[in-house]
Each structure stands twice: as structure tokens, then as C-alpha cells.
């Protein structure tokens, strides 16, 4: 509880002594004794005024009788008589007036005094209504807090058991759960697996078919680096021409077609040894000439044994170094065959050495 100033009415700290604002004492005790000091002193110092000036007024008179008489004797007796006299009756009415004073002063520090009594015991009946008031409030609060806290424990408890329950519900499901991750994984890892797989059958098929290969033959003549043509044997009746032709690479077996002019021919008409293209026409070699041959094929890149160029010596035809049979001829019984061909008949179809 503050302390309020007798002097300025200042409210102070109850630690405090003295006014912050005045100076005056908080101490009712001190308080009075600080007026009294202080009306005594003032009634002291107006009574030593009013000597002083009062012997100012006696010194000047005297002056004036010692101008009047002309003896300074005289006016010297006079003089001290005067202020022995004045003296006293100063002094008389001084204490006079200071009982006065001290008597207004102290009626009025004790109306002072029961005022700021008063004014104190209301204070305290409001503080300390205010005190009930702030009581009751705080109990009320605190009633109210604690059944908030409660009902927020209750929420969390049950909050904290749903939690446990699933989280052991979690945990049952935990086994599944890893064997559908370890199943997500595989079959992620397969897809990726065949992603590749497509992706390199994709560069595959691009590439297979960016290498297929047309070549294009123009039979007028017998016998050419990259061809010859066989006329049918002569005297055998239904006979056939034959004709083998040279393609850049060795065609992958069932990809391999042989287009002459508009017409394509039937698969069990021709067939290859490695790059060689043998071919059965059942036509007259003459017939050969008025169109051209297309073979198209995708290419074995895997074959390096290739035939680089047909031969003639001795009226017999070698694929490089390879002697061919007489196709033109019913028998060749100077042939012992080729390291790709059996011995025999030469006549069509010729069977390819098996590796």
C-alpha cells in the first residue's frame, strides 16, 4: 500500500520516508515536528527582522535628539534605554505570535491529519473491497482454469490412447506392409527390366530395318562379276535357268525376296550360300533380259564369309576360288563340290552344305 503526502497529497512507495514531489516526511510524528520547526523558525527570524528594524528606527531618533540637544552623552543614555525597552516589548508580542501561529498551525495539521486519515481508512475499505473482488475473481478464474486443464487432460489422454491403438494397429499391418514394399520393388525393378528390354528391342527393330538392303540386277549379259546366268540344260524337257547373283552381305534367313519386274517369286524358287543368291527361273535365259531383278533382304551382320566376285577358267565358273558345278549340263562328273555345297546333282534345287 502507497504512502500519501500530508504536504502535496503525492502517492509514494511504502518503502519510502520521505515525499519524491516535496520532501516532506511520510511519518505523521515527523511531519508535526517538521511544521513546528518550521512555523518556529519563521516566527524567529520576522521577531529578528523586527528588532532590526526597530533599532534602525530607535538609532534614528536618538540621532535626531542628539541633533536636537547637541550632547552626545545624552543621546548615548537615551539611546540604550530605548533599545533595552523596545526590546522587551518586542520580544512580548514575538512569542504572542508565534503562540498563535503554532496554535493555527497545529489545528490545521491535525484537520490535515484527520483528513488524510480518513481519506486513508476509505482507501483501505476500497482496497480491500477491491482485494474481496480481485479474490473472487481470481478463484473464479482458477475454478475455470483447472476445469479447462482437466478437460484438456481428458482430451489427451484419450487423443494418446486412439494413438496407441493405431500404432498397434500399424504395427500389425507392418508385416504387409513390408511384403507389399518388397513386391512394389520387384515389380518396379522388372518394369525397368523390360523398359530396357523394349527400349533396346525399339533400337533393335530401328536398326534392323535402317539396314535393309535392295539390290537391283540387270541380267544382259551371261556372265558378270556379280552374276551368271545358266541357260537350261538342253534336251530336257521343263527345264529351268539358272542364276546366281552376288548381294553386298549375307541375308538373314526368312527375310530374303527376289522381285522380277512386278512378279515376286515363290520362296522355293531361290535360296543363298552365305551373299550368294541362287535362283531357278522357269523361263528361257533370254526372257531374263527384259527386266530387272530386286533382291531385297535385312543383312546378317554377324556372317563375315562372303563371296567377293565370280570367275571364269576352263569353261567352269568359281566363286572366288570356289568351283561351281556346269548348271547347264544334266552332269558335271569333273565337280567334287565346294566347301558349300554338296556333290551331285547340280541340277536345281542345289542343297547348301549344312555347318
Known amino acids: 500500500m502507497t504512502r500519501r503526502c500530508f504536504q502535496c497529497e503525492t502517492e509514494n512507495p511504502p518503502e519510502q520516508s520521505f515525499c519524491g514531489s516535496c520532501g516532506a516526511a511520510l511519518v505523521l510524528k515527523e511531519y508535526i515536528s517538521g511544521q513546528v ?27 535626531g535628539w542628539v541633533k536636537l540637544f547637541g550632547g552626545v552623552t545624552v543621546a548615548l543614555l537615551a539611546l540604550f534605554l530605548g533599545l533595552v525597552g523596545w526590546k522587551e516589548i518586542d520580544l512580548m508580542k514575538a512569542a504572542d505570535v508565534a503562540k498563535q501561529s503554532i496554535e493555527g498551525t497545529t489545528k490545521q495539521s491535525i484537520g490535515e491529519i484527520q483528513t488524510a486519515s480518513n481519506q486513508a481508512k476509505q482507501a483501505n475499505k476500497e482496497s ?31 487423443e494418446v490412447a486412439n494413438s496407441k491403438s493405431e500404432l498397434e494397429a500399424v504395427n500389425r499391418l507392418r508385416p504387409e506392409f513390408d511384403s507389399m ?27 534392323v530395318f535402317s539396314s535393309h538392303v535392295i539390290s537391283t ?12 546366268v545358266f541357260p537350261p540344260p538342253k534336251g530336257v524337257p521343263n527345264s529351268s535357268a539358272t542364276v546366281l547373283m552376288l548381294v553386298p552381305e549375307t541375308p538373314i534367313d526368312g527375310t530374303l525376296q527376289l522381285q522380277y519386274s512386278i512378279f515376286m517369286e515363290p520362296p522355293s524358287s531361290y535360296w543363298h550360300i552365305h551373299n550368294m543368291i541362287l535362283f531357278s527361273c522357269p523361263c528361257d535365259a533370254m526372257d531374263l533380259k527384259n527386266y530387272s531383278f530386286d533382291v531385297s533382304f535385312f543383312p546378317d ?55
Open 37 to 63: 520547526s518550521k512555523e518556529l523558525a519563521s516566527a524567529v527570524r520576522d521577531r529578528d527582522t523586527l528588532e532590526t528594524e526597530s533599532a534602525i528606527k530607535v538609532f534614528e531618533k536618538a540621532l
Open 217 to 228: 540386277f540387270w541380267l544382259r549379259d551371261q556372265f558378270q562379276s556379280n552374276y551368271v
Open 181 to 207: 514394399r518388397a513386391q512394389l520393388g520387384k515389380a518396379t525393378s522388372d518394369l525397368d527390366a523390360q523398359q530396357k528390354v523394349i527400349s533396346s528391342s525399339e533400337d533393335f527393330v530401328k536398326h
Open 128 to 158: 480491500v473491497s477491491n482485494a474481496d473482488q480481485l479474490s473472487k475473481e481470481m478463484k473464479s478464474t482458477a475454478s475455470q482454469t483447472n476445469l479447462e486443464l482437466k478437460r484438456q487432460a481428458a482430451s489427451v489422454r484419450t
Open 301 to 355: 551382320k554377324s556372317d563375315k564369309e562372303t563371296i567377293k566376285a565370280f570367275t571364269v577358267r576352263d569353261g567352269r565358273v568359281y566363286a572366288d576360288d570356289q568351283p561351281m558345278p556346269k548348271f547347264g549340263q544334266q552332269a558335271d562328273p569333273d565337280w567334287k563340290g565346294n566347301k558349300w555345297m554338296q556333290v551331285g546333282q547340280p541340277s536345281p534345287p542345289l542343297q547348301p552344305v549344312k555347318p
